[in-house]
C-alpha cells in the first residue's frame, strides 16, 4: 500500500460515459501530479498543481479535466474519451520547497474503454 | 529537450549475481536522480535517491552518480527473484513553483533467473 491513494483501482467505461478519477494524499504535499502509462513505456506527465493551482499541462486533450478542490485531493474528470485513452493512470505527490523532493506514486487506475 | 536514456533490457542476471543498471541524461543542470522499480502493472515505487557525486547505498542498493560523466547507475547485490521488474531512471531539473518535474528514461527490464 503506498500512502497515495487512488480510486478506483480498475474502471471500464464506453466512449460517451462520464467517470471520475480521485487520489488523496495526507503527507502535506503541495505538489500534485497526473500520469498516463501505456504498456512498456515510462509515465508520461499530463498535468501538475502546486499549491492547488494548475501549473502544467502538457498539452492533454480537453476529454481529461483535471480539479484540485484542496491540497490533499485531485480528481481527474472523463468524457468522450477514445480507445487510444485505455492506460494506466497514475498520480503522485511531493513536497515543493526544496530541489531534492521525489514523487510518491498511487497504485493507479486501470482504464479500459469499450 | 531533456533526455534520460537507459537500455530497454531484459537484463538477465542469476539468482545471487550483482545487477548493474545504467542510465544517462541531457541536462546538465539536473540535480536529483531517483530509481523506481515497477512490477508489472504495478506503480512505480521509490527505491533510491542520489544527489551527490559518489555512492549511496541503502541495503542491497547501491546508487552510483558521476556528474562530470552525466551518469547514474544502480547496483543490487545478491540479486533476488523478486527484483524481476522494470527499473525507472528519473532526473530532476532545478526545482520551482512549478513542481519538482521528473524526467523518465524508457526503463530497463531485469529479469533474475532462479
Known amino acids: 500500500d503506498t500512502e497515495v491513494t487512488q480510486t478506483p483501482k480498475h474502471l471500464v467505461m464506453g466512449m460517451t460515459n462520464k467517470k471520475s478519477l480521485k487520489c488523496e494524499q495526507h503527507?502535506?504535499?503541495?505538489?500534485m501530479y497526473w500520469y498516463k502509462q501505456k504498456a512498456k513505456k515510462p509515465p508520461e506527465l499530463m498535468f501538475v498543481?502546486?499549491?492547488?493551482?494548475?501549473?502544467i499541462n502538457e498539452s492533454v486533450p480537453s476529454r481529461f479535466s483535471p480539479e484540485c478542490p484542496n491540497s490533499s485531493l485531485l480528481n481527474l474528470h472523463l468524457h468522450a474519451l477514445q480507445p487510444e485513452d485505455s492506460a494506466l493512470y497514475l498520480c503522485?505527490?511531493?513536497?515543493?520547497?526544496?530541489?531534492?523532493?521525489?514523487?510518491?506514486f498511487g497504485d493507479g487506475t486501470r482504464l479500459s474503454i469499450l | 529537450q531533456k533526455e534520460v536514456e537507459q537500455n530497454s533490457g531484459p537484463l538477465s542476471v542469476p539468482e545471487g549475481a550483482i545487477a548493474s543498471l545504467n542510465c544517462t541524461y541531457s541536462d546538465r543542470v539536473s540535480q536529483s536522480f531517483f530509481w523506481y522499480r515497477q512490477y508489472s502493472g504495478k506503480s512505480p515505487e521509490l527505491i533510491m535517491s542520489i544527489y551527490s557525486n559518489g555512492d549511496k547505498e541503502d541495503g542491497r542498493f547501491t546508487a552510483q552518480l558521476n556528474k562530470a560523466s552525466q551518469y547514474v547507475s544502480l547496483l543490487i547485490r545478491d540479486s533476488q527473484p523478486s527484483d524481476s521488474a522494470t527499473y525507472l531512471c528519473?532526473?530532476?531539473?532545478?526545482?520551482?513553483?512549478?513542481?519538482?518535474?521528473?524526467?523518465f528514461g524508457g526503463g530497463t527490464r531485469l529479469m533474475v533467473k532462479p
Open positions: 503527507m502535506g504535499h503541495r505538489a
Open positions: 498543481y502546486s499549491y492547488e493551482k494548475l501549473s
Open positions: 503522485a505527490s511531493s513536497h515543493l520547497t526544496g530541489i531534492n523532493q521525489p514523487q510518491h
Open positions: 528519473a532526473v530532476n531539473g532545478a526545482g520551482d513553483n512549478a513542481g519538482n518535474m521528473l524526467t
